[in-house]
Every structure is written in structure tokens, then in C-alpha cells.
């Protein structure tokens, strides 16, 4: 793997979480490969997890994979109020 393209930093291989937002759902995706900056935490998907993140997330849309239930909440970045 070549350096972080962003600082040159030293990649290494995580475990990472994806989170998109899918008809209305937001969607964790875990333990998904990816190449992590070492140094600002840049993150890199390989075009073969690209496709497969996209994938489930069309499978989630139409309601072909069961998801596992979590608490999320949501806020907007201006209107956060110290809570
Ligand atoms: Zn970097």
C-alpha cells in the first residue's frame, strides 16, 4: 500500500465502521477492511469494498438484509445545545 496520499503517513490494515444513511435509515456497516493513516487517520477502501459496501446498502434499502437495532441519535451541527 502506498503512503497516506493526504500526509504521507504509514497505512495500516482496520477493521472500520461505515456509516451511510439509507432511505432514511442510517446504517453502521462494521468490521469493514480498510487502510488506515497511521498518522490522520485518513481511511482508504480498496474498490472491491466499495462495491460490496454499496451492495448491502441496496440489500438494507430494500430490506433484503435483517439489521441489528442501535440507539442513534441525530443532531444538527448549528442547533447542538450543550446537554
Ligand atoms: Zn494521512
Redesign the pocket.
Known sequence: MEP?S??G?EMEVKKAEVIKKVAGKVVVVKDVPAWV?K??G?RYYSIDTVDRINEILKEVSEEKVKMQKIFAGELNFKAAIPG
Do not use: A
Request: with cysteine; aromatic share 0%; proline share 0%.
Open positions: 497516506c493526504l500526509c503517513g493513516c498518522q490522520c485518513e
